[in-house]
């Protein structure tokens, strides 16, 4: 028979086994964090009719999205949970209570350039808070707290969450005289990150004209060392905006600490922006401290209106997104997997030495009744194989059952890491074993050198 | 603005937030009880290249295969699990150690025509055991004992899994002189669940041309009551496929007592064919009890060859899959999703009675570090709609945080349930409301009458 050479599209992550267990554990870990919080799990199909995912329209996004026809429908793969966020909303609005607070980890589709690091299938995990008619500001404080929760979950320890406020950047820039031309002097500030002082000072002053002094006042708010609020309140009581941003900076950082996150995590950033034009108040973005080139690995803000495309109700809301796919590939990519975790498929292997299997398979329910995942070695190999088997595989423990073991009501266990060989009877060792195991899946899946 | 209507592609599940709290429940407890059987995850992507998706070729799935294109790639959306694990395995031969025992929950596409209970996306919830040139039949009488143990731990109670051998019917046909049209008759018996005696005997004679004898002899076989070997006795030593099919239908049936299979819910059944023509040994398929009318809920078998399509390798496994959006969308259509289950986004609402909300953030932080789904009412309502709020969203307990409270060092607890009111140290509430949440938290998804 012609064979066909296998392949996985390029772009799309596929993880040997190992790996997809540190995956799956931190899926698992963002939902537990994101559900302390009261947030609800959603998981909406991957394909919705194109002309919702074509709702916002136009730009880069449009171009990447992948598009499929059946039958007379035109359909769209998702690329980003936002906007079947927002459908969900404005078609179940009057079956949900707000605050509607909800979490969607899925994978989104964007038809990108294929390049190292890049993906075409990725996770996206997010979280809003969606209001009806309203949101007060303790939901913005309480998200960095989220963040933080999470990434600590993973075992992160070395990253920043910086926080701005898009209302006191466009209510300062209306004070300077450069009210008309927030949305390009964002976009530009947003960039000092990557192209530093020098060059944001010529392009604000050659590309949009500004005069130096305006140039100077910028710089030297956004650049601010020491407490911000130094900076902000010398601009207080002379523009609505700015003042309501600046009072919900100051909310934000009075509750932070209190929700639990330290002065070390945290930093209020005059200089973050955020590229997208629709967040309208707080924004967040999070640094590694070890790894800036790898830029914002969730990010997000509060936004006043998250359905408008299908309805006039006012829903603002707020939320953030951490890109799963591509933070896991960098964590394994710097040798930040924690080796300690168990990824193996069983915690105990059975290897029967007699023909007659039934003690083994009594032995296996048995342990697994008692919660420790069983696998018994049926196939007919010498025994090398069998124990190497298990070694592969770093299965921690190896059961020996023989004639012996069989006569005298007792089980023989090998403790693969230490090599040490046990003989006692089954209820003792499933005991022993398990506790062994439960400290082994206590580990973080990520561990920072 | 012109509105656009927000719709969810029909033949799409997409769950209110409480039922989706069941379907992810019922998920969970399947990858658990998945992984105490030595099952590893994967996770593999949704879209491959075309001539992945279409190697096994031609028939009805082809036309409902979802295909799309991006720049010069032909690409299709998986239709099952089953081709995804065949081009892994093969791509990743000599990285995996076998036997390879995987589970993969995941969606699926098909474009069958919209009708109730039938979906274009839906989760398949499949387990397989790959082999390396061989597999023991010890990995055939494990599988029952994974059936059973998921969905008992799903919670339900009345279904039997029912066990066949192709070999055995494959021999049998050929002992009484049909074994020239073995595919055939294969596929009538297959039916005879749906068809019944009479019009499987008109089957058989009019478009097979079986004689009266064959076909009384097929129907004394395949319709024997009470124990199956001693009509499959009666038989044996006359082929050798048939006695080697027979031989593993006796050890399937020898394990799974052991393996912890109650003999209520596992049956023999020499009716059973499977239609695919891909299985060569073990078939199982499993009903419900009380909903016959629905089919098989999760079915599967063992094949000779996995990957044939890629490799010259000799790949036998054995595997089953359970069409879970399907069973779920069944399950609650039946009112079996069990009311006693918390569906709640949180376990505790916190609504605070001072403008200062500092002591809430703190208490918040304190009932999170315990493991309390908390959630704080922050927004400007009166006390009625906060309370309704958690009323609405059935959160069990309210936390009241008044002046007096925050003097006193204590808080107020309401339970929602039972209306009582208790006001004590916010610590022995903590403990108490925790006991009280994790017993119901442990409750099975469904609830059979």
């Known amino acids: 028979m012609e064979k066909i050479k296998p392949r996985t599209l390029s772009g799309f992550m596929e993880l040997l086994p190992g790996h997809q267990v540190y995956f799956d554990t931190m899926i698992r870990k963002l939902r537990e964090s994101f559900a302390l919080y009261g947030f609800t ?15 916002k329209g136009g730009g880069e996004t449009e171009k990447q999205i992948y598009t499929l026809s059946k039958g007379d429908t035109d359909l769209a793969l998702r690329y980003e949970l936002t906007t079947s966020l927002a459908k969900y909303v404005a078609l179940n609005y009057s079956r949900l209570t707000f605050p509607f607070r909800r979490y969607e980890i899925g994978k989104v589709y964007r038809g990108e350039r294929a390049q190292r690091g890049r993906f075409r299938e990725f996770y996206q995990a997010d979280i809003d808070i969606i209001g009806d008619g309203g949101l007060d500001v303790l939901n913005e404080a309480e998200i960095p707290s989220v963040i933080y929760r999470c990434f600590k979950s993973l075992g992160l320890e070395r990253f920043v969450i910086r926080i701005n406020n898009r209302k006191v950047l ?14 390009d002097v964002l976009r530009m500030v947003d960039k000092l990150d990557k192209i530093g002082v020098t060059k944001l000072t010529e392009a604000l002053t050659n590309d949009l004209g500004l005069t130096n002094n305006q140039v100077t006042e910028i710089l030297d708010f956004v650049t601010h060392k020491g407490d911000p609020f130094e900076v902000i309140d010398k601009y207080r009581g002379r523009n609505e905006l700015f003042d309501s941003g600046a009072d919900e900076l100051a909310a934000i950082r009075q509750h932070i600490t209190g929700l639990g996150v330290p002065d070390t995590h945290f930093k209020i950033d005059l200089a973050i922006a955020r590229g997208l034009d629709y967040y309208t108040g707080t924004v967040y973005e999070t640094y590694l401290l070890d790894h800036p080139q790898v830029g914002a690995i969730c990010s997000g803000g509060r936004y006043d209106n998250l359905a408008g495309y299908y309805t006039d109700k006012n829903l603002p809301g707020v939320g953030i997104s951490i890109g799963m796919t591509r933070l896991f590939y960098i964590l394994q990519e710097q040798g930040l997997l924690n080796e300690s975790v168990l990824t193996a498929p069983a915690d105990v292997l059975i290897i029967p030495m007699t023909d007659d299997l039934s003690h083994a398979v009594l032995l296996a329910a048995a342990m697994r009744e008692s919660g420790l995942r069983t696998q018994i070695y049926g196939e007919n190999k010498k025994f090398k194989v069998k124990v190497s088997y298990a070694d592969k595989l770093e299965i921690p423990y190896v059961v020996f059952l023989g004639e012996d073991e069989i006569l005298e009501g ?24 398990s506790e062994k195991i439960n400290a082994l899946r206590s580990g973080a899946p990520i561990k920072e050198v």
């Open 41 to 55: 799990p959603l998981d909406t199909p991957l394909m919705e009719a194109a002309e919702i995912l074509l709702a």
């Open 410 to 433: 007792k089980i023989t266990v090998k403790d693969m890491t230490s090599g040490e060989q046990t003989t006692a009877e089954s209820s003792l060792l499933i005991a022993r074993i």
């Open 170 to 183: 466009s209510g300062f820039f209306e004070i300077i005289g450069v009210g008309g031309k927030v949305t």
